[in-house]
T-cell receptor, first 114, second 109 residues
Framework: GAVVSQHPSWVICKSGTSVKIECRSL??????MFWYRQFPKQSLMLMAT?????????EQGVEKDKFLINHASLTLSTLTVTSAHPEDSSFYIC??????????FGQGTRLTVV | AQRVTQPEKLLSVFKGAPVELKCNYS??????LFWYVQYSRQRLQLLLR??SRESIKGFTADLNKGETSFHLKKPFAQEEDSAMYYC???????????FGTGTQLKVEL
C-alpha cells in the first residue's frame, strides 16, 4: 500500500507555544488529506478535511483559528496547533487519499503540552 | 447524521474459537462500510470493505441493510489477530470516514 508519513512522531511543547505537525504522502499524490484526533482508548474524531490548494473544511466544534491546516502541495499537509494548552494533548493522525480512492494513514503524532 | 456503534470495547476469545466483532451504523443513504485494524504500535490500516466482498486474513463482513449492521467474523481466531478493530462508514460523497469507538480483540492461548 501507499505510504503516509507524519513528522514528528511525538512532541512535547510548553503551554502557549505553537507546534506544527507534517503529513506527507511519499509515493502518491494526495488530493485530499484528513486530520483526526484520538484520545486514549477512544475513537478517531475527524477534525478537518483539506483539499490541495483549498481551504480546509472543519468539523463542527473544531476551532479553525486554533488548528491551522495547510495543504499547499499534493504531497504535504500541515497541522499547526496554535497557543497550545494541556487540553490539546492528544494523538493526532492524518490520512491521505488520491481522488476518492482508499485513504492511507500516517503513524500518528503524540502531542504533549506541559 | 451518520453514526457507527461498536458495543464491545473488549472482546476476549481463545485461540481457535470463532470471533464476531459487532458494528451497527446509522445513515440515511447508501453507505460504504469498512473495517480497519490497528496492531500494537502500528498505524491504522484497512482490513476490508463491504463492496469488495472479500476475505482478508480469514475475516469476512457482510453488510446487512435491514439490521444496519456490518459485523466482522472469523471462524477460528489466531493469536496474531489480537489488535484494535475499528468499523467505519463513508457516506454523503467525498472520502470522509466516521469511525466507531473500536473493539480490542484479545486472542488467548
Amino acid at each position: 500500500g501507499a505510504v503516509v508519513s507524519q513528522h514528528p512522531s511525538w512532541v512535547i511543547c510548553k503551554s502557549g507555544t505553537s507546534v506544527k505537525i507534517e503529513c506527507r504522502s511519499l509515493d502518491f499524490q494526495a488530493t485530499t488529506m484528513f486530520w483526526y484526533r484520538q484520545f486514549p482508548k477512544q475513537s478517531l474524531m475527524l477534525m478537518a478535511t483539506s483539499n490541495e490548494g483549498s481551504k480546509a473544511t472543519y468539523e463542527q466544534g473544531v476551532e479553525k483559528d486554533k488548528f491551522l491546516i495547510n495543504h499547499a502541495s499534493l504531497t504535504l499537509s500541515t497541522l499547526t496547533v496554535t497557543s497550545a494548552h494541556p487540553e490539546d494533548s492528544s494523538f493526532y493522525i492524518c490520512s491521505a487519499s488520491h481522488l476518492n480512492t482508499e485513504a492511507f494513514f500516517g503513524q500518528g503524532t503524540r502531542l504533549t503540552v506541559v | 447524521a451518520q453514526r457507527v456503534t461498536q458495543p464491545e470495547k473488549l472482546l476476549s476469545v481463545f485461540k481457535g474459537a470463532p470471533v464476531e466483532l459487532k458494528c451497527n451504523y446509522s445513515y440515511s443513504g447508501s453507505p460504504e462500510l469498512f473495517w480497519y485494524v490497528q496492531y500494537s504500535r502500528q498505524r491504522l490500516q484497512l482490513l476490508l470493505r463491504h463492496i469488495s466482498r472479500e476475505s482478508i486474513k480469514g475475516f469476512t463482513a457482510d453488510l446487512n441493510k435491514g439490521e444496519t449492521s456490518f459485523h466482522l467474523k472469523k471462524p477460528f481466531a489466531q493469536e496474531e489477530d489480537s489488535a484494535m478493530y475499528y468499523c467505519a462508514l463513508k457516506g454523503g460523497g467525498g472520502n470522509k470516514l466516521t469511525f466507531g469507538t473500536g473493539t480490542q480483540l484479545k486472542v488467548e492461548l
